[in-house]
C-alpha cells in the first residue's frame, strides 16, 4: 500500500512538472491595465480641488495585481496576488499607501519564486498534494489567503476577504497583514466557498453572510457576524446537490434572498480538484433561476421560486420590502460565458478586453418583484447599458433607495487610447431610469464607493470616490465627485499607476 502511495505521489509529480512548463509563460510584456510591484507608505499628495471637511478616514480598495518576475508572470489577473491601496483624508489632507498582502502565495511568488499555485482560474501541479498537507495542517494553522476581493470589518478587525476562508486581518494606518482571522465556533471551516460581499443592516447592526459547505451532502448555510468577537452565529442552512456559483446575494429587513443561478457544480469534481475551480462549474440554462427565499429571524427557506429565464450575475445592488413584496435589483448577463471562460491563457491584451467587452455590453440593470410566498410578480429592466460594480448609500441597505453608482466596465483597447474612446461612470436614478455621467477620455474608472455626508440625511449628499486609471498617461488618480451633482470636486494624483481592482470601502477615521 505504501509502495502504490509513493507512485501516486510520484506520478502527480511528474504531471504536475509538464504542466508547469506549459503554465509558465514566457516574456509576456507587462501591462499598465494589472501589473504593480511597488509599495508605498503613507506617501502625501497634492490635491487639485478641495476635499471636504467632514471627510476624514481611510477609502481602502483591495484587488489583484499581475507581477512579473525575471520571465515568469501569473497565470491569470484574477489569481494576482492581491494589493490593497488606501487614501486616507485627515483635515483636507490626503495620503496613500500600498501593500501586497503578506499570504501564502505572496511567500511563493516573492520568496520562493515560484508562479505554481492553485487559485480562482489558475491550476496548480500540487493541487491533489496540496489538498492532502491543507487537511492534515488546517487544525494546526490555517494558511494566509490571498484574499484579493474586497475588504471589510468583522469584530472590529479590519479585514482582507475572498472565496475561501479564513478572512486576513490588517492594519487600517500601514495596510500590513496582521494574520487570518480565527473564527471560534462550529460553523464548517474546510471545504467551503464564502462570499466576499458580506451585508451590513445598519438599521439592525447586523451582518450576515453566507457560505457553501461542498461534500456528499452540500449545503447552503446561512449566518451573522458577532459585532464584538470572532464568532459565526447560524441562522439556517438549505440542503443542495449541485451548488450553483453565486458571487454575491440580496438581503431585507426580514429576509435573505439567494438567487442561484444554473452555473452549478457537482462537489465531487471540486473534491478532485482536477481543474482551476471555477472550470468545474458548468451551465444549465434548462434549469432556469430559482430565487430562495430564507425568514432571518427562523432561519427556514420559506419558498423556492423558479424562474424559467435562466440568468447570471455578479452583484446584487439592494433589495427591499414594499407592500409584503421583495423589490430585487441586480446587474445581470444572459449567460455565464464571461466567467466560464477565466482561465483561458495566451490570449492577447486585445483579444480578452474584447472578450469582456462583448459580454459586458450584455448586462442590464434589472428589478424583480418576488411575493416571498408564491412567485416572481414583475421582472423590468432599469437600464440597458453595459454597467457594473454597481454601489449604492450603504445606509440604504435593505431599505427603499433611488440612486444607484456603476461604471461602464468594458476595457479600453489599444486603438481606443488614441481614438478618445470613454468609458463612463453613472449615477442611476432607479425611480425615473435618469442616468448622469462623468467621463473622460483614455481612462478607465474603478468601483465607485458612496461616502455619505455624516451631516445630512439626504441619500445622495456625499461624495463618490474613484481610482481612476489613466492607460494614456500611464499614471492613476483618485477622482472625488460630489454625489449630488456628480461633478468632480478634487483630484489626487497616486505616485504610480493603480491597476483595475475589485472592491473597496470607506472606513472612519479611528482617534
Ligand atoms: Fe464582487
Known amino acids: 500500500m505504501k509502495y502504490i502511495n509513493f507512485l501516486v505521489v510520484l506520478v502527480i509529480i511528474g504531471i504536475g512538472f509538464i504542466g508547469y512548463r ?6 509576456k510584456a507587462s501591462s499598465i491595465v494589472s501589473d504593480l510591484n511597488t509599495e508605498v507608505t503613507q506617501q502625501s499628495l497634492v ?25 515568469q508572470k501569473i497565470a491569470h489577473w484574477f489569481d494576482g496576488p492581491a494589493m490593497l491601496h488606501g487614501f486616507t483624508f485627515r483635515n483636507g489632507a490626503v495620503s496613500y499607501t500600498n501593500k501586497f498582502l503578506r499570504s501564502k502565495i505572496y511567500e511563493k511568488i516573492f520568496v520562493e519564486g515560484s508562479f505554481n499555485y492553485a487559485g480562482f482560474a489558475t491550476k496548480s501541479r500540487f493541487s491533489l498534494w496540496e489538498k492532502i498537507a491543507n487537511f492534515f495542517t488546517w487544525n494546526a494553522e490555517p494558511s494566509i489567503q490571498n484574499a484579493n476581493v474586497n475588504v471589510g470589518t468583522i469584530a472590529n478587525q479590519y479585514v482582507a476577504l475572498t ?14 497583514t496582521l494574520g487570518a482571522l480565527k473564527f471560534q465556533d462550529d460553523l464548517p471551516k474546510k471545504n467551503i466557498f464564502e462570499s466576499a460581499h458580506m451585508h451590513y443592516d445598519m438599521k439592525k447592526q447586523e451582518k450576515i453572510n453566507y457560505l457553501i459547505k461542498y ?17 459565526r452565529e447560524l441562522i439556517g442552512e438549505v440542503a443542495v446537490d449541485k451548488p450553483a456559483y453565486m458571487h454575491s446575494f440580496a438581503l431585507t429587513e426580514n429576509y435573505i434572498v439567494l438567487v442561484e443561478f444554473p452555473l452549478t457544480v457537482n462537489p465531487i469534481d471540486l473534491m478532485i480538484m482536477a481543474k482551476p475551480y471555477i472550470k468545474n462549474f458548468s451551465w444549465h440554462p434548462e434549469q432556469g433561476t430559482n ?3 430564507i425568514d432571518r ?16 450575475a455578479f452583484h ?17 448577463y444572459p449567460d455565464a460565458d464571461l466567467i466560464v471562460a477565466f482561465g483561458d491563457l495566451n490570449k492577447s491584451y486585445d483579444e480578452e478586453n474584447n472578450h469582456i467587452n462583448q459580454d459586458a455590453k450584455r448586462t442590464k440593470l434589472m428589478r424583480y418583484t418576488v411575493s416571498p410566498v408564491t412567485e416572481i410578480i414583475d421582472s423590468r429592466v432599469l437600464l440597458d447599458e453595459p454597467i457594473e460594480y454597481p454601489r449604492i448609500n450603504e445606509q440604504y441597505n435593505t431599505q427603499p433607495y433611488r440612486y444607484v453608482y456603476a461604471i461602464d466596465p468594458r476595457r479600453l483597447m489599444l486603438s481606443d487610447v488614441q481614438t478618445g474612446v470613454l468609458r463612463p461612470m453613472y449615477k442611476i436614478d432607479t425611480t425615473t431610469g435618469n442616468k448622469v455621467l462623468w467621463q473622460e477620455s483614455g481612462v478607465l474608472p474603478g468601483e465607485p464607493v458612496f461616502i455619505p455626508n455624516p451631516h445630512s440625511d439626504k441619500e445622495d449628499e456625499g ?41 473597496g470601502q470607506f472606513f472612519k477615521l479611528q482617534k
Not at 317 to 330: F, M, P, Q, R, T
Open 291 to 293: 430565487f430562495l427565499i
Open 47 to 71: 490635491v487639485e480641488g478641495s476635499i471636504p471637511e467632514w471627510l476624514n478616514g481611510s477609502f481602502v480598495r483591495n484587488g489583484p495585481v499581475s507581477v512579473q518576475i525575471n520571465d
Open 163 to 176: 472565496e475561501t476562508p479564513l478572512p486576513v486581518r490588517f492594519d487600517i494606518k500601514t495596510l500590513d
Open 297 to 312: 429571524k427562523t432561519g427556514k427557506l420559506v419558498n423556492k421560486i423558479k424562474d424559467n429565464d435562466p440568468f447570471f
Open 463 to 503: 461624495v463618490v470616490v474613484n481610482i481612476i486609471l489613466d492607460v494614456g498617461k500611464q499614471r492613476a488618480f483618485l477622482l472625488i465627485l460630489d454625489g449630488q451633482s456628480f461633478k468632480e470636486i478634487a483630484r489626487v494624483y497616486a505616485p504610480h499607476a493603480i491597476p483595475l481592482g475589485l472592491h
Open 22 to 27: 506549459f503554465m509558465t509563460k514566457k516574456n
Open 215 to 231: 461534500g456528499r451532502e452540500s449545503k447552503y448555510v446561512f449566518y451573522r457576524y458577532n459585532a464584538e468577537k470572532p464568532y
Open 316 to 332: 446584487h445592488v439592494n433589495a427591499y420590502e414594499k407592500e409584503g413584496k421583495i423589490v430585487l435589483d441586480i446587474v445581470t
